[in-house]
């Protein structure tokens, strides 16, 4: 898995950069706010998501971790693929978003390229309660700890919240194996 790619931006083209590592190029699919903001020749560090398929290999880039965070939970949702994460990334800034689903404000999220009604809804059931609070920072120094964390995505797929695995895990030696350390934290949430 790639878990990030720093390099020169060379191409822009579509919604997609090309990122110059060491002589080897790199497509990356951003979202709307990062293709923006890229400007060739400029240094720049993505934080990746590797999307492998039968007959494809993308890979999806974003400057800031909580908006990787937030695409991790978007493409578990039922219907929610990676570009269509992306679409719904690229109405705003991650934590606008993230505002929205914690409020229910499906209409928001309808207004995504290829997104009705009836998934906008979906999204926000399957993921208001994982978002967190309205208005809560998305990305506390306990968060960042945990970006990427085995125990963390096992956890947040068990229907826990943000802020409760990272309370959890903070609890716990990051230096334990990945089981050991989701028994642990399933040990303290039930304590809760």
Do not use: C, W
């Amino acid at each position: 898995m790639i878990a990030h790619v720093s390099g020169e931006i060379v191409e822009k083209s579509g919604s997609a950069l090309i990122i110059d590592v060491g002589g080897l190029g790199y497509e990356v699919l951003v979202a709307a706010g990062d293709f923006e903001v890229a400007l060739l020749g400029q240094q720049m560090r993505f934080y990746t998501y590797d999307h492998l398929r039968e007959n494809s290999h993308e890979l999806f880039g974003f400057s800031q971790l909580p908006a990787k965070r937030l695409f991790e939970l978007l493409i578990s949702v039922s219907g929610v693929g990676p570009k269509m994460a992306l679409a719904i990334l690229s109405l705003g800034a991650a934590e606008s978003i993230r505002n929205a689903i914690a409020t229910g404000d499906s209409a928001f999220v309808q207004r995504a390229s290829g997104v009705g009604k009836r998934l906008a809804e979906r999204i926000v059931l399957d993921l208001k309660e994982k978002v967190g609070a309205p208005g809560m920072p998305s990305a506390s120094v306990n968060q960042q700890d945990f970006v990427g964390d085995d125990a963390a995505s096992a956890l947040l797929a068990l229907g826990y919240n943000l802020q409760q695995v990272n309370e959890a895990l903070a609890q716990i030696e990051s230096e334990l194996e990945t089981q050991t350390r989701i028994k642990q934290a399933l040990r303290y949430l039930s304590s809760l």
